[in-house]
């Protein structure tokens, strides 16, 4: 081996390493207030959608804002935006067909328990001004599931009425549970008949989330003449579905909302909104935390708050 041909090699790879040393000590020396600004910025961005003002950016400790932050207008609007989202997509053409954000607002703003967004007795109608969504006690009320802009936004449009679209929002939304949505071939049978064909049977009939059978207790729309949209109820007594039998849209919604998928989506939605992401296996032990204080507490606010309160979002 020719040591004088490697030689200028092994001291040039030597002094790297010193100079990557050098650069590894500085980056890695304290800096409060780089570290308090970064903070800053990424809390009041994340959870009111602007930049830091100047206090926050000079704040000692900018965590200690975070309880006022979570009880600000801004975080309130910012959240509710963020699940209506999630649950639809995008905005729809009106904020009169949003009900979704307005009773996901109240449920936040008024720390409700947040399974009420999706099983408590509200309704949501037109406001007064004729411009937005009002959120209101109503015995029948099913979260926003039963709300008439939400019925008919996922009415589907299958041919005898059988609201198979309802039926897959009320368990993607609950549960974070997918399948994508197929596109029927010209001259292809889209009727319950053709949906018990071997292709699409599993997804209909014979899976844990059989959407026919989840359909099948929710009313039927019906379309008059002049376009109008209304819904007759179900004539099915009863269907068999999550090991259970179903008799209502109720009976549905409360057993998807008592499962454990329900609160792993809750606390998966939690991550998503805060780090853009879904939570990672490092973050385990943190995920159940926000678990825990989702049962606890009952709260989104509870659950959001044990996240963004540990050390590590402000790493």
């Not at 600000?72 to 997509?89: E, I, K, T």
């Not at 099915?236 to 999550?242: P, V, Y």
């Not at 049962?295 to 989104?300: F, P, R, S």
Request: proline share 5%; hydrophobic share 40%.
């Amino acid at each position: 081996m020719n040591l004088r041909r490697i030689a200028p090699v092994l001291v040039l790879l030597a002094a790297g390493a010193v100079a990557l040393r050098g650069r590894s000590a500085k980056a890695d020396d304290p800096d409060p207030k780089g570290r308090n600004e970064r903070c800053a910025t990424r809390l009041s961005i994340t959870l009111l959608g602007k930049s830091a003002d100047a206090a926050l950016l000079a704040a000692a400790k900018p965590e200690d804002s975070i309880d006022s932050m979570l009880t600000s207008p801004a975080f309130y609007d910012r959240l509710a935006s963020f699940v209506n989202a999630q649950s639809n997509g995008a905005p729809a053409a009106s904020p009169l067909q949003d009900p979704v954000y307005f009773l996901a607002r109240h449920m936040i703003e008024q720390r409700k328990p947040w399974r009420d967004l999706y099983i408590g007795a509200y309704n949501v109608r037109a406001a007064t001004d004729g411009k937005s969504l009002e959120v209101v006690e109503d015995a029948n009320g099913l979260g926003y599931f039963r709300t008439a802009p939400w019925m008919v936004r996922y009415a589907g449009n299958e041919s005898e009425g059988v609201r198979i679209s309802a039926a897959y929002h009320m368990i993607h939304d609950t549960t974070g549970f997918q399948v994508p949505a197929s596109v029927a071939k010209p001259g292809e049978d889209r009727t319950a008949t053709g949906r018990k064909a071997d292709a699409c049977k599993n997804c209909h009939f014979d899976s844990w989330f059989a959407l026919d059978k989840a359909a099948a207790v929710l009313s039927r729309k019906k379309v008059a003449a002049d376009g109008t949209v209304t819904f007759d109820p179900t004539t099915i007594t009863a269907t068999t579905l999550l090991n259970k039998n179903l008799a209502s849209d109720k009976d549905l919604v409360t057993t998807l909302v008592s499962s454990d998928a329900w609160k792993f989506t809750q606390c998966r939605m939690v991550f998503n909104f805060l780090y853009g992401r879904p939570e990672n296996q490092c973050e385990a032990p943190l995920f159940d935390q926000c678990v825990a204080a989702l049962e606890k507490d009952g709260t989104i606010n509870a659950a959001l708050a044990v996240v963004v309160k540990d050390a590590s979002f402000c790493q």
